[in-house]
């Protein structure tokens, strides 16, 4: 096979602004983790099989969070709703303290917060990780699924937290 190379480095501020026109989903990854609870936003949520029911995520190798996340194997995946986007911003910031008030959460089974509000909860067993460039891609296999409110998702688009509107 033959290997295709660029011309030339992609200038990384234009490679930003391009990604920032693909709007995600926001979820909010959770897990109970050395006695406490841990948690970050993700824009990088997605399906990956049916069966087995596996999901994923990518984390930034930088992440303060990650070493919490690592040192666990379950985590939960709150899918967040339109109007949860100071929660989104609360758990994408560094030093923040994530879960105190206003953050309304209670525990699964195995510990893992399930942030109330969320439109639905995934509880998840780590299936496997793998280093890719300058992220971590993990890979959860899903135990539970809960649906709460089948409402509208939050969406990160242009570096903005934005709601879903359908057409028709």
Do not use: K
Not at 132 to 141: R, S, Y
Not at 143 to 155: C, K, R, S, V, Y
């Amino acid at each position: 096979m033959t290997e295709i190379l660029p011309r030339r480095a992609v200038d990384p501020a234009a490679f930003r602004e391009a990604l920032a026109l693909h709007p995600a989903g926001v979820v909010i990854i959770t897990a109970h983790s050395g006695g406490a609870p841990a948690g970050l936003t993700a824009t990088s949520f997605s399906s990956v099989s049916l069966d087995p029911p596996l999901v994923s995520f990518y984390v930034d190798r930088s992440s303060t969070t990650w070493p919490a996340l690592r040192a666990t194997d379950r985590f939960a995946v709150n899918l967040l709703t339109g109007d949860q986007a100071d929660l989104a911003a609360r758990f994408a910031r560094r030093g923040a303290d994530r879960f105190a008030p206003p953050t309304s959460w209670h525990p699964d089974e195995h510990g893992a917060p399930l942030l109330d509000g969320a439109g639905a909860h995934l509880s998840c067993v780590r299936h496997s990780t793998v280093d890719i460039g300058d992220h971590i891609l993990v890979v959860g296999l899903v135990t539970g699924a809960d649906l709460i409110d089948g409402g509208h998702p939050l969406l990160y688009h242009r570096g903005s937290f934005g709601h879903f509107h359908p057409h028709g």
